[in-house]
């Protein structure tokens, strides 16, 4: 099987796995869970490719049960840790300074994500690429109950690090699958990447339609202001 890097060759799933083996794709998923620094790693594609290469049974020798329990072991520690660190970090990590590997703008996009959806976010966000990151670390700063958090946090790795696993793992024995493999991990891309593009669009459309009403409003206080104007120098 060979895939197309979505980006830097080191970052395409298959060298990942068939060079760091399991222990890399749970390392990677631990760090994208919940570590500032693994927004930009490939959680998606790399679950769906775990899946495919456990299916072809190249690389990964492992049954595919045991696979998903680490996995999900991986992606619920990885929340665990993010969620500790907002709560330590607080609102301090709002004032962070921007860096080659810290962009200011996803913990904001991550805030808004949390507020829109509340508890729900934990489990949402692990499907949005970037998001997935810092929300567990917003839901910290925040204060969310970790009771809460916790039963939101395991929901979440279970439907995301099995789900996309097992997808992948079944679509991995369909002919047509494997040998569009590139095609399949672009498209998987696509999908996680579209609720943003969403959320870019909706939110573009809310501040045009903001500045349309200020305008409106400042239109109309003029014309006020000038009415008001013109029947006081008529008065006098």
């Given at each position: 099987m060979t895939t197309l890097?979505?980006?830097?060759?080191?970052?395409?799933?298959?060298?990942?796995?068939?060079?760091?083996?399991?222990i890399g794709i749970l390392t990677i998923v631990f760090a994208e869970s919940g570590l500032l620094i693994g927004f930009f790693l490939p959680g998606d594609s790399l679950l769906f490719t775990t899946g495919l290469l456990v299916a072809d049974g190249e690389y990964l020798t492992q049954p595919l049960w045991l696979i998903c329990l680490?996995?999900?072991?991986?992606a619920v520690v990885g929340d665990q840790v993010g969620y500790l660190f907002g709560r330590k970090v607080g609102p301090s990590l709002f004032n962070r300074p921007d860096s080659r590997l810290f962009k200011?703008?996803?913990?904001?996009?991550?805030?808004?994500?949390?507020?829109?959806?509340?508890?729900?976010?934990?489990i949402l966000a692990r499907f949005v690429p970037i998001v997935r990151t810092f929300t567990p670390i917003i839901a910290g700063v925040a204060g969310m109950k970790y009771r809460t958090f916790v039963v939101y946090n395991v929901i979440g790795g279970v439907l995301w690090a099995c789900g996309v696993t097992v997808l992948g793992?079944?679509?991995?024995?369909?002919?047509?699958?494997?040998?569009?493999?590139?095609?399949?991990?672009?498209?998987?891309?696509?999908l996680s990447v579209l609720p943003i593009v969403i959320e870019?669009?909706?939110?573009?459309?809310?501040?045009r339609r903001a500045a349309a009403r200020a305008e409106d409003e400042e239109g109309h206080d003029r014309a006020d202001a000038g009415g008001q104007g013109g029947r006081g120098r008529h008065a006098a």
């Open positions: 890097a979505l980006g830097p060759s080191w970052l395409d799933p298959e060298y990942l796995i068939s060079t760091f083996g399991l680490l996995l999900v072991v991986a200011q703008e996803n913990v904001v996009k991550a805030n808004e994500f949390f507020e829109k959806y509340g508890p729900r976010s934990i793992y079944f679509l991995g024995q369909i002919a047509f699958v494997r040998d569009n493999i590139e095609f399949i991990l672009i498209l998987i891309v696509a870019v669009l909706r939110a573009r459309a809310a501040n």
